[in-house]
């Protein structure tokens, strides 16, 4: 079958770094997506890998190793504003997203 | 990129009416519309997928009958929800695929219905 998994809840200090988890495993794969979602809104794209390694945008980062099935979301420099849940998808052989449950993200002062 | 507008924001409607969510994508042409439904604190649910000019695709278990889907224009996707109840009371979001096969997918405002 078709699984996504991400930590339920994650709790950071404001300046510090990040790093959210996600496992897959899905019926083919194109891709691997990070979706930040704050609470009542849509989600909207933070990154894509498709290749093994780190693309790095800023303060995100996100990793991907395919034959781990492993992937994972680094934020420095937290800020307030980033408290939020972050989803993980997985685009399986016919294109579609596989979406995680999300890590809600709490960040203190 | 791409925008997908989503209306309305927030509906409340009584047990048994039908809410009309609308999605219209603005600056480009999409054939395709995923619809999804999002409880609190969990994931999103793929509902079906509306193509234009055929009939939407529905997942498992997502009632045809109830959850009426018409994909009229390349820029406009509805999803109608039918003699709701207060269970259908969710978040509903839609989201159109960008260009190529893999890019990320565009997604509306979304839509918080209460049914009461």
């Known amino acids: 079958g078709q699984n996504i998994d991400q930590p339920t809840e994650m709790t950071a200090t404001e300046g510090a770094i990040v790093q959210i988890n996600c496992t897959y495993q899905?019926?083919?794969?194109?891709?691997l997506f990070w979706y930040q979602q704050h609470a009542g809104e849509a989600p909207t794209f933070l990154s894509y890998?498709?290749l093994d390694g780190l693309e790095e945008k800023g303060r995100f980062s996100s990793f991907l190793s395919r034959s781990k099935g492993y992937s994972y979301l680094l934020l420095k420099e937290l800020q307030m504003k980033d408290s939020a849940s972050y989803l993980c998808?997985?685009?399986?052989?016919?294109?579609?997203?596989?979406w995680g449950a999300g890590t809600k993200l709490i960040i203190k002062p | 990129g791409a925008v997908v507008s989503q209306h309305p924001s927030r509906v409340i409607c009584k047990s048994g009416t039908s809410v009309k969510i609308e999605c219209r994508s603005l600056d480009f042409q999409a054939t395709t519309m995923f619809w999804y439904r999002q409880f609190p604190k969990q994931s999103l649910m793929l509902m079906a997928t509306s193509n234009e000019g055929s009939k939407a695709t529905y997942e498992q278990g997502v009632e045809k009958d109830k959850f009426l889907i018409n994909h009229a224009s390349l820029t406009l996707s509805t999803l109608t929800v039918t003699s709701a109840h207060p269970e259908d009371s969710s978040f509903y979001i839609c989201?159109?695929?960008?260009?190529?096969?893999?890019?990320?997918?565009?997604f509306g405002q979304g839509t918080r219905l209460t049914v009461v």
């Open positions: 899905t019926s083919g794969f194109n891709g």
């Open positions: 998808a997985s685009m399986d052989s016919n294109y579609q997203l596989i």
């Open positions: 989201s159109a695929p960008g260009e190529g096969k893999y890019t990320e997918a565009f």
């Open positions: 890998n498709v």
